[in-house]
């Protein structure tokens, strides 16, 4: 089975750093992904995580711990156009389709 | 540019209807996927593709089924629609190598009334 946790709703202020977790329970857990999805667009790609360890793409950085079923999105040097919501997705086994987490709203404040 | 399309991007229509929604990409991805997106339940898998003539029930497939007759189209049809099935789905493709991402259409927003 599936259980995919992260908060549902985050405030941070312009120019500031916010972490963003998420949690997951997952037989056969393969890879995690991380998505943008600005209100009313389509989600987009941001990260992919399969090995321990941080992965960094410019301002915005995703880890992955197996071993606790746990990764979290770093945004840093936060701006305006960041306020979006953010989708933790993961694959288990051999398939390639994604189980989404509800998503966090992350509201950037002046 | 490769892309993914989907239409229509918004429909009304009443319960009871037979509703097909279309899905389009240019990447010549072997994975097609179609979601539903609702508030307090994030994106939920309706049915997948992994190729031409392949099809799989996803999450929350009842009252929906697609068939896979090329690799660019994967059209989900809602048999005969319920106001349940009020939602925006999207539909998405990716590569068959190993996990790579995938990419999303501009969704459709569907009212069952």
């Known amino acids: 089975g599936q259980n995919i946790d992260q908060p549902t709703e985050m405030t941070a202020t312009e120019g500031a750093i916010v972490q963003i977790n998420c949690t997951y329970q997952?037989?056969?857990?393969?890879?995690l992904f991380w998505y943008q999805q600005h209100a009313g667009e389509a989600p987009t790609f941001l990260s992919y995580?399969?090995?321990?360890g941080l992965e960094e793409k410019g301002r915005f950085s995703s880890f992955l711990s197996r071993s606790k079923g746990y990764s979290y999105l770093l945004l840093k040097e936060l701006q305006m156009k960041d306020s979006a919501s953010y989708l933790c997705?993961?694959?288990?086994?051999?398939?390639?389709?994604?189980?989404f987490g509800t998503g966090t709203r992350l509201q950037v404040t002046l | 540019d490769a892309e993914i399309t989907q239409s229509p991007r918004h429909k009304i229509t009443e319960t009871g209807r037979q509703v097909t929604l279309a899905c389009h990409q240019t990447?010549?991805?072997?994975?097609m996927f179609w979601y539903r997106q609702d508030l307090g339940h994030g994106l939920r898998l309706i049915h997948y593709?992994?190729?031409?003539?392949?099809?799989n029930k996803g999450e929350v497939s009842d009252g929906y089924s697609v068939s896979r007759s090329n690799t660019e189209d994967l059209p989900l049809t809602l048999e005969s629609a319920a106001s349940s099935q009020t939602s925006v789905y999207f539909c998405?493709?990716?590569?068959?190598?190993?996990?790579?991402?995938?990419?999303f259409g501009d969704g459709t927003r569907l009212s069952i009334l």
């Open positions: 998405a493709s990716s590569e068959s190598r190993g996990n790579q991402p995938q990419h």
């Open positions: 997952t037989s056969g857990f393969n890879g």
């Open positions: 995580n399969v090995l321990d």
């Open positions: 997705a993961v694959t288990a086994g051999t398939a390639s389709k994604l189980t």
């Open positions: 990447w010549n991805h072997n994975n």
């Open positions: 593709s992994y190729g031409v003539h392949d099809t």
